[in-house]
């Protein structure tokens, strides 16, 4: 994760949520996922390991499965970037 301390991913589903969240820590990368409804699950990554492949394969997950990325959120330059869909539609 380069300099970025945070990266979260937000996926909804009708009144259904998912929030990925990507964290520096001093052990490497942890990967926290919660939603669907109460689930929450953390899956640790050490240094010189790859969190990414993990994570795309569960975004695709989602996709397949009806969610839509809404938000993508990097903490540390306190920068929101909305997803394509809202961009596109703000332009329109």
């Given at each position: 994760?380069?300099?970025?301390?945070?990266?979260a991913w937000l996926f909804t589903r009708e009144q259904q949520s998912v929030r990925i969240?990507?964290?520096a820590t001093s052990d490497g990368v942890q990967l926290l996922i919660e939603g669907p409804g109460p689930a929450v699950s953390r899956h640790d990554f050490p240094p010189?390991?790859?969190v990414d492949g993990f994570r795309q394969d569960y975004e695709q997950k989602l996709l397949?499965?009806?969610?839509?990325?809404?938000v993508v959120a990097e903490r540390r330059g306190g920068v929101t970037r909305e997803s394509e869909n809202?961009?596109?539609r703000r332009r329109d």
């Open positions: 994760m380069s300099t970025m301390e945070r990266t969240e990507l964290r010189g390991t790859s397949d499965e009806g969610y839509k990325l809404q809202e961009e596109r």
